[in-house]
């Protein structure tokens, strides 16, 4: 009995080990099967900026954690909150064990390395049109220029019944494209560059293009009816339509303005970047060389034009606000009557008028933006303009921090309201047909950001 016991002991102490010891072997027989080849100097760099133009940190990084390690919530509508993979080179929770076509796969056709199909909250549909050359790059700079992070994302929350992968299959076999980017020879190197960047890598469709009843993206070219004229609302924020429609669109936005915005996220008197796009600016497009960002305006600006019901494009709305001024300290009898709707231009006065001018016209060299032909204020919708008012603003760019604080614990649902309706009736109205209330509009694009 005693050496039975003993025995049982042993067996029960050595069992850790043992483990250990397997699951060494399995992660040197995984580290056998990497492409050890592509560790190269050169092609870790080229796959280091590609990183940064298709924004993978964006989504796999979760906020305060370590970069490209994963675990951030992303809410898909209609379906639960996926968490990001971490893929970093760990053996065990990154993808340190990935063979080049398993990251090919899972990059291109939304495949993982155990066979099951990702979400296409995954924009493998995009990445769908990486070269072969440029996947390479991609896989050396994942498997070797990075440090291997061990942690593991939460569960996804994902309600039971739709939980199932194969139907995504299905979905994939409809709606993904089926190869890499062909340039087209009808058009400059510039512009296939800029058609490449925008398709591809920088996955702008993602977000401004209008999506199907399977949530698929109804284009994925400029071949497609309605490509880039505006997505989806997520998580609360909407992607503008981002063809050359002057009304809609941003074609009434110079070359000069549109470059501009995409390397810092601001230009004077016209627009500024906050959430996923804010975001999008920090990290990827404000990172990549001048050259990319001209080759991606070339091609937007050559895009087919869509328009929508506005008939004054949102950046030309909105005139100076001058009935705020004589509220001021003054207890005035049209504030007794809600329907002359002064509540909101109190709450104005209090929280907004002291960046944004007592006017609504910022600050000449647009350290406070104006809110006067502002393209956030005046666009048909208040989605943007909420979120920017609950969450603030921030991003950083080239060492400098650009911010606005949200109010979400400072407004109740009401005053919100209130507030929103006084901001769109006087910034998001059209001007006057008499043109008599003139704008400043002499800053050039090119004016440096404070």
């Known amino acids: 009995m005693h050496w039975r016991l003993a025995l049982t002991g042993l067996v029960c102490a050595l069992l850790p080990l043992a483990w250990l010891s397997a699951q060494e072997i399995w992660d040197q027989a995984a580290v056998s099967e990497v492409n ?19 924004d993978c940190q964006a989504c796999h990084t979760k906020p305060g954690g370590t970069a490209f390690a994963g675990g951030r919530g992303l809410e898909i509508p209609k379906l639960g909150t996926l968490y990001s993979s971490n893929i970093t080179p760990d053996i065990n929770t990154g993808i340190g064990g990935w063979k080049l076509e398993e990251f090919e796969r899972a990059l291109r056709r939304g495949i993982g390395k155990n066979g099951r199909n990702l979400y296409p909250a995954m924009p493998y549909e995009s990445y769908a049109k990486i070269t072969d050359e440029d996947i390479e790059a991609l896989y050396a700079y994942f498997l070797f220029g990075i440090e291997p992070v061990h942690e593991a ?44 960047l925008v398709q591809g890598l920088a996955h702008c469709g993602e977000c401004h293009t209008p999506r199907g009843i399977a949530l698929q993206e109804k284009a994925y070219d400029e071949k497609g009816k309605g490509y880039l004229s505006g997505g989806p609302v997520l998580d609360g924020w909407e992607a503008y339509n981002i063809t050359p429609d002057p009304v809609s669109g941003i074609g009434d936005w110079t070359s000069a303005q549109l470059q501009q915005y995409l390397k810092t996220g601001h230009v004077n008197r016209l627009a500024q970047a906050g959430g996923p796009m804010a975001e999008a600016i920090e990290n990827s497009f404000a990172k990549m060389t001048d050259a990319d960002i001209r080759a991606m305006v070339t091609y937007l600006r050559s895009i087919p034009p869509v328009s929508g019901k506005n008939r004054v494009a949102r950046q030309a709305r909105g005139t100076p606000a001058t009935d705020v001024i004589i509220k001021r300290g003054n207890l005035l009898a049209i504030d007794r009557s809600p329907v002359l709707r002064s509540d909101g231009a109190r709450l104005y006065l209090g929280l907004c008028a002291s960046c944004h001018g007592v006017d609504g016209g910022g600050s000449n060299d647009g ?38 604080p949200g109010f979400a614990s400072e407004l109740s649902e009401e005053d919100l309201s209130k507030l929103l309706e006084y901001l769109r009736r006087q910034f998001a109205a059209p001007p006057p047909s008499d043109a008599s209330v003139k704008i400043d509009q002499a800053a050039s694009p090119q004016t440096a950001i404070p």
């Not at 050890?36 to 298709?54: D, F, M, S, V, W």
């Not at 739709?162 to 510039?190: C, H, K, T, V, Y």
């Not at 809110?371 to 979120?387: D, F, K, M, P, W």
């Open 367 to 404: 350290h406070y933006p104006s809110l006067i032909r502002n393209s956030t204020v005046g666009a048909a919708s208040e989605h943007n303009l909420r979120q920017a008012i609950l969450q603030g603003i921030s991003r950083t760019v080239n060492g400098e921090e650009k911010m606005m």
């Open 36 to 54: 050890t080849e592509l560790n190269q100097p050169a092609l870790i760099e080229k796959g280091r900026y590609l990183a940064i133009a298709g």
């Open 153 to 196: 994302p939460p569960a996804n929350k994902i309600p039971r019944l739709l939980s199932a992968r194969w139907p995504l299959a299905i979905w994939n076999f409809l709606f993904r494209p089926s190869g890499p980017f062909e340039p087209s020879p009808d058009q400059g190197a510039e512009w296939n560059r800029g058609a490449y």
